[in-house]
């Protein structure tokens, strides 16, 4: 067993989730502190405002990648391409999708803003419009870093940016500037000094030739095309609860629902490390199956397991959290997240799945789980809300999620001829070797 172990990998496996959990770890910290000290010195109505306006450059930046990201990814941690060829592809195609990004934007902000963000000022809404070309930007020099499993580069970036915004806000506390542009401007700062580390750290990446070129810009739209809808729907499915609880209740009641989200996604910490090492490795193995099945039931398995014992830990210290730091405005939080954990728990648990379903070449299967799952939300989101107002939009939302895990689950287990409960039920070997794991030179 030790020598099968060695040959998959699972010792830099371990290590860099390890390392990249640890920035999870570090980056969730920071943004919640950054999220309290909005909300505590704003009140939910202007941290509500800060995390709408927001939405407007990450939506942008999430719909507008065409895919190229996930493409960098899947191609790269293959031994598809060559560093330089996908780089120089993904520089052209960011000139022409910045260009269109910021006019459809514009266009937003003129025609859309009573529509798609009420009680947000304009001027709010162009300062974070600026913030798409650097983020847009620093999401496809990650996806390098990914990739090529480059990921002591890729925690440093993704860390120093939430690092740089709270500094910035912290500034703008001290300065007492009552400003929701001025916290905006932070996040801007913060992401455009980040990209600036990330393009010095990638240029030592950048080797090999362009003869694949041609054919690289056709597989890799191909795949990333796919990802991309895929991804752009599961992004509105994170966000469209926001965007309805906003739209119903009012910028109150998604400034109180965004903090119980920030705390109950913090649960996805280690999923969301676990995927980005994830990807790419199964990429690498995806010509040996054997390897594939061992590694991604056994994945999925702990991560559940421990998402679940890290949800009634949350449970368990949220209250006193809420009470110290926050206002009384925000004493509903803690009812919100009782009703999103179990679609937080299992989410996690698909989210291992997707990567597996996406290095095996079928991320349309993906797409199509994500289309049910967003249709699902949003109609329970609109059902809900008027009655239960935002523990309904958390109930919906964990219907939805359960509803994801279940259907990847059964896509999983008719793709690798298994049963539905093996990437669910934690067994006793699972413990041994874990431990061998751990015990790999």
Same mark, same amino acid.
């Given at each position: 067993?030790?020598?099968?172990?060695?040959? $998959?990998?699972?010792?830099?496996?371990?290590?860099?989730?390890?390392?990249?959990?640890?920035?999870?770890?570090?980056?969730?910290?920071?943004?919640?502190?950054?999220?309290?000290?909005?909300?505590?010195?704003?009140?939910?109505?202007?941290?509500?405002?800060?995390?709408?306006?927001?939405?407007?450059?990450?939506?942008?930046?999430?719909?507008?990648?065409?895919?190229?990201?996930?493409?960098?990814?899947?191609?790269?941690?293959?031994?598809?391409?060559? !560093?330089?060829?996908?780089?120089?592809?993904?520089? &052209?195609?960011?000139?022409?999708?910045?260009?269109?990004?910021? +006019?459809?934007?514009?266009?937003?902000?003129?025609?859309?803003?009573?529509?798609?963000? @009420?009680?947000?000022?304009?001027?709010?809404?162009?300062?974070?419009?600026?913030?798409?070309?650097?983020?847009?930007? *620093?999401?496809?020099?990650?996806?390098?870093?990914?990739?090529?499993?480059?990921?002591?580069?890729?925690?440093?970036?993704? /860390?120093?940016?939430?690092?740089?915004?709270?500094?910035?806000?912290?500034?703008?506390?001290?300065?007492?500037?009552? &400003?929701?542009?001025?916290?905006?401007?932070?996040?801007?700062?913060?992401?455009?000094?980040?990209?600036?580390?990330?393009? =010095?750290?990638?240029?030592?990446?950048?080797?090999?030739?362009?003869?694949?070129?041609?054919?690289?810009?056709? &597989?890799?739209?191909?795949?990333?095309?796919?990802?991309?809808?895929?991804?752009?729907?599961?992004?509105? %499915?994170?966000?469209?609860?926001?965007?309805?609880?906003?739209?119903?209740?009012?910028?109150?009641?998604?400034?109180?629902?965004?903090?119980?989200?920030?705390? !109950?996604?913090?649960?996805?910490?280690?999923?969301?490390?676990?995927?980005?090492?994830?990807?790419?490795?199964?990429?690498?193995?995806?010509?040996?199956?054997?390897?594939?099945?061992?590694?991604?039931?056994?994945?999925?398995?702990?991560?559940?397991?421990?998402?679940?014992?890290?949800?009634?830990?949350?449970?368990?210290? =949220?209250?006193?959290?809420?009470?110290?730091?926050?206002?009384?405005?925000?004493?509903?939080?803690?009812?919100? /997240?009782?009703?999103?954990?179990?679609?937080?728990?299992?989410?996690?648990?698909?989210?291992? *799945? &997707?990567?597996?379903?996406?290095?095996?070449?079928?991320?349309?299967?993906?797409?199509?789980?994500?289309?049910?799952?967003?249709?699902? %939300?949003?109609?329970? %989101?609109?059902?809900?809300?008027?009655?239960?107002?935002?523990?309904?939009?958390?109930?919906?939302?964990?219907?939805?999620?359960? $509803?994801?895990? $279940?259907?990847?689950?059964?896509?999983?287990?008719?793709?690798?001829?298994?049963?539905? +409960?093996? @990437? =669910? =039920?934690?067994?006793?070997?699972?413990?041994?070797?874990?431990?061998?794991?751990?015990?790999?030179?």
């Amino acid at each position: 067993m030790k020598n099968a172990l060695q040959s $998959l990998g699972f010792k830099g496996f371990i290590r860099n989730v390890g390392a990249t959990f640890v920035r999870q770890v570090g980056s969730g910290l920071i943004q919640l502190a950054t999220v309290a000290l909005i909300a505590k010195a704003f009140g939910a109505q202007g941290n509500g405002i800060y995390s709408v306006a927001l939405l407007l450059p990450l939506t942008l930046a999430s719909l507008l990648n065409l895919g190229l990201s996930p493409a960098n990814v899947y191609y790269l941690g293959a031994g598809k391409v060559s !560093a330089l060829t996908a780089w120089r592809k993904t520089m &052209s195609a960011y000139m022409v999708i910045v260009t269109i990004g910021l +006019l459809f934007g514009s266009s937003l902000i003129l025609i859309f803003r009573d529509t798609l963000f @009420p009680g947000v000022q304009p001027f709010i809404l162009w300062i974070a419009l600026t913030i798409f070309p650097f983020l847009l930007l *620093l999401n496809f020099v990650s996806s390098f870093f990914q990739g090529m499993q480059q990921f002591k580069s890729f925690n440093i970036i993704l /860390l120093l940016q939430p690092l740089i915004t709270l500094s910035g806000v912290c500034t703008v506390l001290l300065l007492d500037v009552k &400003s929701v542009g001025a916290l905006l401007i932070s996040y801007l700062i913060g992401v455009a000094s980040t990209l600036l580390v990330s393009l =010095v750290l990638v240029r030592k990446l950048l080797t090999g030739g362009q003869d694949e070129l041609e054919s690289y810009l056709k &597989s890799s739209m191909l795949y990333g095309l796919k990802a991309h809808l895929s991804n752009v729907i599961t992004f509105i %499915n994170y966000k469209s609860d926001v965007f309805l609880v906003n739209f119903i209740v009012g910028p109150v009641g998604a400034g109180v629902y965004v903090v119980a989200v920030q705390f !109950a996604e913090r649960l996805w910490i280690l999923s969301t490390a676990v995927s980005t090492v994830l990807l790419p490795r199964l990429s690498e193995l995806s010509r040996e199956e054997d390897k594939m099945h061992y590694v991604t039931p056994l994945v999925c398995r702990w991560v559940i397991m421990l998402t679940l014992f890290g949800s009634i830990l949350l449970l368990a210290i =949220v209250t006193p959290i809420i009470d110290i730091v926050f206002t009384d405005e925000f004493d509903n939080v803690v009812n919100i /997240l009782i009703f999103l954990l179990p679609g937080i728990v299992l989410w996690s648990g698909g989210r291992v *799945l &997707s990567n597996d379903i996406a290095a095996r070449g079928k991320p349309e299967l993906n797409l199509y789980v994500s289309i049910i799952v967003l249709v699902t %939300n949003i109609l329970l %989101n609109i059902l809900l809300i008027p009655q239960f107002g935002l523990i309904g939009a958390a109930t919906a939302t964990s219907i939805a999620y359960v $509803l994801d895990f $279940l259907i990847k689950l059964k896509i999983y287990s008719v793709l690798v001829r298994c049963g539905m +409960l093996e @990437p =669910v =039920v934690v067994k006793f070997e699972d413990i041994r070797n874990i431990a061998k794991i751990v015990n790999l030179k």
